[in-house]
């Protein structure tokens, strides 16, 4: 039932667009601009993503099937279907709306009603699907059936789904998030790119021994034992107080390690310091941003890469700032005034500057809007398509195992679990706890 993991986790990506369509048209309806160049690029995204991808594999793989095996379904999948084909004229008439309205020949209050109406027809589209549809698919379908509509979703080479749509579908929304208005984006002129994917997982990069760490007579670690490979997307989840920033202040250096070992890159860094571990390429983007607010956004930047060869530097800089354009429109500002997302964007920036063989998470979504979360971990799909190793530790368990190559649960202090991200996922006691399910 692979098709139906992929088919939810796009599901929560539409619901965030409608949510963006929704608290666009109420800053519209305030008094704001009909920013074109990010509606065009919403528009672009719901066009290539929701009508050709998401809606033709329902239409083609998922629907047959199951009208096969529950004729029941009959009428509530092809006034789906039918709201999948209308979708292009929807679209086709927002667009109008939207030239009508820049070119002062239609009032605001139009556009933002058609947006009104269209994100309310998404949530109730994806409403049925998952209410009505999936659970009698889960019911009805055969272990054949599945295996032909999985095989399907999960073709990489499909010119529709496979990996190569997906990079560009990432292309589509980090545009959409860096044009968006300030209170729900980053507020740029630019859409950004992010770089192209280039390598596979390799060989074991981190390893962590028996690591244990206390705070006074308190044990927050009680034994640590993980691995990361190179190339790999790591997450470790875990409840409030279970030792996440424990962790990875401890595998930086700033918090002491009572026990155990770390082997990193096949070197034991264990009594090496916070500075030459971030020499040997530990980076890491920490909780709450903590960027320096009085310093200007490009000294921020360049404070990450303070140990860099100095000719390395502005070329890393151009690197972040193609990524992150708003970065590069308020360089000269303080930090201090940037949004939370942006100054999110900053912070990871910064650990990028100091060209890291592991980049370190530690909780990059947190407090973020909706549009905002769904970037943070298209940044990070995009970063680690590149070939970068990540470790990522986040609250938002579901998030961060759907995109992670193996996952970690930590609980009080203790590895209690570990398997590939799906696995984690897939397990009762963690969806139970974790996942809400």
Known sequence: MEALRIITEEHQNLWRIATTLDMVADEIDSGGHVETAFFTSLFDYIDQFMDRAHHAKEDSYLFPSLLRRAPE????????????HNGPEVL???RAKLAATAAGGEANAAFTAALRSYAQAVKSHVRSEEKDVMPLAREALTAD???DIDKAFLDNDDPLFGSKARAEFRELFHRIVNLAPESI????????????????????LLKIEGMESCYGRIKALKGIDLEVRQGELVALVGANGAGK???LRTLSGVQPMSAGRIIFNR??????RSDLRMRRGICQSPEGRQVFGPLAIEDNLRLGAYTRPKNDVEGDLERVYSMFPILKEKRHLPAGTLSGGQQQMLAIGRALMGRPKMLLLDEPSMGLAPLLVEEVFNVVKALKAQGMTIFL??????AALAIADRGYVLETGNITLTGTGQELISNE????AYLGM
């Not at 009959?74 to 709201?83: F, G, K, S, Y």
């Not at 984006?185 to 074991?204: E, F, M, N």
């Not at 530790?393 to 579901?398: C, G, I, K, L, S």
């Not at 006691?429 to 139970?432: D, I, N, P, T």
């Open 92 to 94: 086709r008439d927002l």
């Open 393 to 398: 530790v986040e609250q938002n368990a579901f």
């Open 429 to 432: 006691q963690v969806r139970a």
């Open 245 to 247: 920033t424990t962790f």
């Open 73 to 84: 379904a009959a009428a509530i999948i092809e006034r789906l279907q039918a709201e999948h």
């Open 267 to 272: 070197e034991d860094i264990s009594g090496l």
């Open 145 to 147: 059936d599945w295996a």
């Open 185 to 204: 984006g980053l507020g740029g002129h630019s859409g950004g790119a992010l770089q192209k994917p280039i390598a596979p997982v390799g060989d074991v």
